[in-house]
């Protein structure tokens, strides 16, 4: 699925891949459609565990500079699936598994700032936006590793998610380059968070 469409799979492919005869797959599974959505339950399930226990914490001002525990985890999951992550939310992917994903991403992240700082006429189309705007960010990540950490990509996102309440972020717009020279654009010394941001350590 990485480079074709479910459609397009066949089982004698997987039988091959997985070196085992077409009887045996169908001892297991019914058809290409069964696999991927026994591979979408346990990738969505498990997403859904994790990511859970951020509306356990409330909206605070310090995760703007440091990683939010809570957005680590889910971030940590992905990562470590980061080649099947890739392919379920790719161009390739299931619409209805992504649909379902950005519906999980929505309820788990974004409902109850959308509740609380937004009014209702507004809430669909902000909720439109920054959840394509989350999911795509991590897929860019993900495919292109683009020098920042698990916990560097936690401070962006939150600082995408709620950026709007406050003004204790110091700075947006550092660059990758400019990271590992302890220096933001404007010459000062960056934060912690910027520092975190360069940081290549990232969980494998």
Known sequence: MKGKNIDSIKVKEIAESLNISRSTFY?????????????EDAFFKEFERVSATFQTLPLDDRYYNEPNPCIVK???????????AVVLWGPYGD???QASCKKLIRKNFYAKALHEHYISGESE???????????????????????FTVEGITIILYRMMFGFRTKAV?????PAGEQSKGHSRAGGKIDKSSRLLGNKKTPV
Not at 30 to 37: K, P, T
Not at 170 to 174: G, Q
Request: proline share 2%.
């Open 27 to 39: 001892l297991y599974h019914d058809s290409v459609y069964d696999v991927l959505q026994e591979i």
């Open 74 to 84: 889910g971030l940590e999951f992905i990562y470590e699936q980061r080649e099947l």
């Open 125 to 147: 189309l902000t909720a439109a936006f920054l959840v394509g705007g989350h999911q795509e960010l991590i897929n860019h990540w993900l495919m292109h590793d683009a020098g």
């Open 170 to 174: 110091d700075h947006f717009d550092i």
């Open 95 to 97: 619409p209805a598994f």
